[in-house]
C-alpha cells in the first residue's frame, strides 16, 4: 500500500506540480486549498506525511502544524514547509510549531522527492 501525503497550499499550480511530482513517485495525494481545509481533511484521513504552504488564507501554515500536532495520531507526522519564504525567523517559528523540515519554492521535482524519501520511511 503506497503511503499518502497531504498538500496544502492555496495556489493551484503549485498543488498541481506537487500532485504529479508525488502521483509520478508512486505515493497517493490528498490536496487541500488551505489550511483550515487540510485540517478538516485531516482529521478523517490516514496521512502519512503533511506537505504545507506557509502564507495561506483562514489558517496559514504555522497555524496548520500546530494543530495538526496537536492531533494525537499526527504528533509524529513529517512535515514540510514549501513555501517562498527564506528568512531564518521564519524557519525557526516552523521548527517550533514543529515542521520537520523546509523547502524554499520554486522546488525542483527532484529535490522534494529527495526529502521525501528521506523523512518518510
Known amino acids: 500500500m503506497s503511503k499518502v ?20 513517485a508512486g505515493y497517493e495525494v ?7 481545509d487540510a485540517l478538516d481533511k485531516i482529521s478523517n484521513s490516514s496521512v502519512n506525511m503533511l506537505i504545507t504552504d ?13 494543530a495538526v500536532r496537536a492531533i494525537p495520531k499526527f504528533k509524529f507526522i513529517p512535515i514540510i514547509m514549501l513555501t517562498t519564504e527564506s528568512q531564518a525567523e521564519k524557519k525557526q517559528e516552523g521548527k517550533a510549531a514543529g515542521a520537520t523540515g523546509w523547502i524554499v519554492k520554486p522546488f525542483k521535482p527532484d529535490q522534494l522527492l529527495g526529502v521525501v524519501k528521506k523523512v518518510l520511511r
Not at 497550499?9 to 511530482?21: E, G, K, L, P, Y
Not at 506557509?54 to 500546530?66: H, V
Request: glycine share 4%.
Open 5 to 24: 501525503i497531504m498538500t496544502a497550499d492555496d495556489s493551484a499550480s503549485v498543488r498541481q506540480m506537487v500532485s504529479f511530482t508525488l502521483k509520478d
Open 30 to 36: 490528498v490536496e487541500a486549498t488551505d489550511g483550515q
Open 54 to 66: 506557509l502564507n495561506m488564507p483562514r489558517m496559514d501554515g504555522i497555524e496548520l502544524i500546530r
